[in-house]
């Protein structure tokens, strides 16, 4: 199922729609390897992808601070200067919880893009023990810092659903 966007927002590129939707496969190939799923990558202002990731949260073995975006966004700090990681999108399947809104204000990300917003996700999850979703949006969190971060979301939101469906039961 593709969701048709009539208009694309403003500040939002085809090639933005294109790399949140990949953000969006990347959590189905989770879900598929019987993990959480949730995915994001970091990518250039060309559209090159310079780190992807999916969660590794989940117990007995997982780590709780491992989400997507936390872990795209420190592979990618390994990876460019705070100068690129300026001109650079985290795009994400679902929006970054206050975690991991920290992580992309620390690494220095420039923008983010996401898919299926925290209230929709609480939806989607209710109140399973795996993921107590924050009622905090990320554009408060980075409204709180000292370095603006657009953010451009929820879009493509019933597409990010597939992922969920059927997962948190």
Same mark, same amino acid.
Do not use: C, F, W, Y
């Given at each position: 199922m593709t969701q048709i966007l009539s208009s694309i927002p403003a500040g939002v590129t085809e090639l933005d729609l294109h790399l949140l939707r990949q953000s969006i496969q990347l959590a189905e190939e989770a879900k598929a390897r019987g993990r959480h799923p949730f995915a994001a990558l970091v990518a250039d202002? +060309? =559209? #090159?992808?310079?780190?992807?990731? %999916?969660?590794?949260?989940? /117990? @007995?073995? =997982? +780590? @709780?601070?491992?989400?997507?975006? *936390? &872990? !795209?966004?420190? *592979? &990618? &700090? #390994?990876? *460019?200067? /705070?100068? !690129? *990681?300026? %001109?650079c999108t985290l795009y994400t399947s679902a929006e970054p919880c206050c975690m991991c809104a920290g992580a992309i204000y620390w690494t220095g990300i420039g923008r983010v893009v996401y898919a299926l917003s925290e209230h929709e996700l609480l939806e989607l999850t209710g109140d399973h023990p795996e993921n107590p979703t924050f009622s905090l949006p990320c554009r408060e969190v980075f409204a709180r810092g000292q370095r603006q971060i657009p953010v451009f979301g929820p879009m493509l939101e019933s597409e990010a659903a597939l992922a969920h469906k059927g997962f948190w039961k």
């Open positions: 202002r +060309d =559209g #090159k992808v310079i780190a992807s990731a %999916g969660n590794n949260s989940m /117990p @007995p073995e =997982g +780590d @709780p601070t491992q989400h997507a975006e *936390l &872990a !795209a966004a420190a *592979l &990618a &700090a #390994k990876r *460019l200067s /705070p100068q !690129a *990681l300026a %001109g």
